[in-house]
């Protein structure tokens, strides 16, 4: 079963608002991490947050990392078109050595 | 460009047939994953190679097998092909064992028929 569950699944805005998406986990972490994905394309690394960080920021985004709730969310503010994409949450388990990814949330900006 | 580079791009077989998927990590990368994403199954895990060596395992299939050679680049041999085979099947690298980033390719995707 997947380690981390995205929430919403889909998610609709305007240009220029801010876009929330959350992510919550099963087991204990070394990190979680942010991808993109642009439609049949790679995925792309945003973000990178350690077991024992609170919040991190890179440009418009911002991620939360609550440990004791298993949970975490991605900000993208004053959202772009380009923005569009689905975006995933992976978790990085204690010994586990392997990322595992969550179902995603598609993200919709519209202009 | 991340500098992990998968063959081919696009892929169309039978059923029953038997292919290699190769994915060259980033320059210096040790580690490689792999993963398959479908439609109704997101992206699955499904192994995880660090120099040369079997690190991790996912809900891979018997019909599925992996390696990664000296020169680091692996390949996912995926044999007996059944039609729900059909999806993307990305590799990523990354410098360590874990707890850092992964470089994803830009996929393989592979359409049984």
């Known amino acids: 079963s997947q380690q981390g569950e995205e929430d919403p699944q889909a998610l609709s805005i305007q240009e220029g608002e801010n876009a929330t998406m959350n992510c919550s986990y099963k087991t204990s972490i070394n990190n979680l991490q942010w991808y993109r994905q642009n439609s049949g394309r790679g995925l792309v690394h945003l973000i990178l947050?350690?077991?024992?960080?609170r919040e991190k920021h890179s440009g418009r985004l911002r991620v939360t990392l609550d440990t004791s709730k298993k949970s975490s969310s991605l900000l993208i503010t004053a959202s772009r078109a380009a923005d569009t994409a689905s975006y995933f949450c992976?978790?990085?388990?204690?010994?586990?050595?392997?990322?595992?990814f969550g179902q995603g949330t598609r993200l919709t900006i519209n202009p | 460009d991340s500098g992990v580079t998968q063959t081919p791009k696009h892929l169309i077989t039978a059923t029953g047939q038997r292919v290699t998927l190769r994915c060259s990590p980033r320059s210096g990368d040790l580690s490689v994953y792999w993963y398959q994403q479908s439609l109704d199954q997101g992206l699955q895990f499904l192994i995880h190679y660090y120099n040369g060596e079997e690190r991790a395992k996912g809900n891979i299939l018997e019909r599925f097998s992996a390696q990664q050679f000296p020169d680091l680049h692996s390949e996912l041999n995926l044999s007996s092909l059944e039609l729900g085979d059909s999806a993307l099947y990305f590799c990523?690298?990354?410098?360590?064992?874990?707890?850092?980033?992964?470089?994803f390719g830009q996929g393989t995707r592979l359409t049984v028929v």
């Open positions: 947050i350690r077991s024992n960080e």
């Open positions: 990523a690298s990354s410098n360590h064992l874990g707890n850092t980033e992964a470089f």
């Open positions: 992976a978790t990085d388990a204690q010994g586990a050595q392997k990322l595992v």
